[in-house]
DNA sequence: TTATTTACCGACCAAGTGGTCTGGTTAAAG
DNA sequence: CTTTAACCAGACCACTTGGTCGGTAAATAA
């Protein structure tokens, strides 16, 4: 096999083995050997391909992390449809997933930045990137809907951002571990509302 | 000085250093040395007094963090004015709180929900135990804006407290380290209109 | 006063921790 | 076919972790 694939490919088993361990039981209560228990690799391996933890944690942040960001959050948005449906119908496939994932520990992202929270400026700083993307986006949807029709010309879209935002970070812990299904439920419901509140008034002739 | 009142003392001591610290760096970023050192006690003083540091931990949740969730946001949400300006004052001074606190690391609550979220059973069945009480008090003061007339009989009291929940969690989080005023400011404009929408409509004569 | 209980000390331990280093293997380049 | 360097194994290191244990001094009880 080419050598630069071969390394590529092993890099990658680590980052997702990395991911999915640092996912479910935090990065400080997750060390390099569990890892690599799981993978059957040694520290050399690690070491060669890796400086350090923070190294290897802040690339997958930036592969992976973003990229999951990306495809459950940020694209589905894009269209050129009702903003306020794509937000609502992005967020709901977000929720029903999270819902049927047998193992959910919440938003991925968001676990990340408690963890890190005024703790570490290096890891944090990767993290706000890939949040202030997503608040970008959101901002730029609602932008679209205003001009679209969509929604009332009158709301702050930085403000709707930072709203949505919020809820989402706090449902996805929320629902953790007590009937997420209900929970789901019960804000998508109430996100609904408050999206009609926002929504363009009908003109009435 | 009396044996008793010492021993309570000392205890007290140790779980005020602790919550500090454990809210600072995390729980498992924090060890107990970390704390005797903050107060110049030793191992043996901390293993005389507590069984371990999850009990220690346990011992903090039921004490002082139950202690401030009780005098931030519940007690204050429990008069008898219109429930709708009683949960945005509420939260307007709470968020206000962080705002000015020079070392915000967030949500003590929510940080730790977010820590042991599906990692460790027993410490989260008493976090959840407080997060029970907070809901349970927001969907009385819920009902009782609709009893009142001030909230529209035909909203759902549980939805609006899982979503209300759900929106702090979440803008606890979001306000550490990045422009927390302005993204307050923006949050509680935002939960307003929210609230808004749920009040009873006016009877127009 | 004496006996006993309580609060606390600090050396110690086994089990990890992130990280280094030496050396061996394998595949591509010359 | 040799050289070279990437890839990886795993022993090793200094350090930290939660937790134990024998001891001491002071307050309480007898």
């Not at 569990?34 to 190294?55: M, N, P, R, V």
């Not at 709707?160 to 209900?182: C, D, H, K, Q, W």
Request: aromatic share 12%; charged share 25%; net charge neutral.
């Amino acid at each position: 096999m080419d050598k630069n694939l071969k390394r590529m490919a092993t890099m990658h088993r680590m980052q997702v083995a990395g991911l999915e361990l640092f996912y479910k039981d935090g990065y400080h209560n997750t060390s390099i050997d569990d890892i690599l228990k799981e993978l059957s690799l040694s520290k050399g391996a690690f070491y060669h391909h890796f400086d350090s933890k923070e190294d290897f944690f802040v690339q997958i942040i930036q592969n992976l992390v973003a990229h999951k960001m990306y495809t459950m959050l940020i694209e589905p948005i894009e269209g050129n449809a009702n903003s306020l449906d794509l937000i609502s119908n992005c967020f709901e496939d977000a929720l029903e997933t999270a819902v049927h994932n047998e193992l959910d520990y919440g938003f991925v992202l968001g676990n990340f930045l408690n963890e890190f929270n005024g703790r570490n400026k290096v890891i944090m700083k990767y993290l706000n990137d890939i949040l202030k993307i997503w608040e970008v986006n959101l901002v730029t949807a609602i932008q679209r809907g205003k001009f679209n029709g969509h929604i009332d010309r009158h709301v702050d879209s930085e403000e709707v951002a930072v709203f949505l935002i919020s809820s989402y970070l706090g449902i996805r812990t929320f629902m953790v571990e007590n009937s997420p299904g209900a929970r789901k439920y019960r804000y998508m419901n109430q996100l609904r509302i408050y999206l009609k509140s926002i929504q363009a008034k009908k003109i009435i002739a």
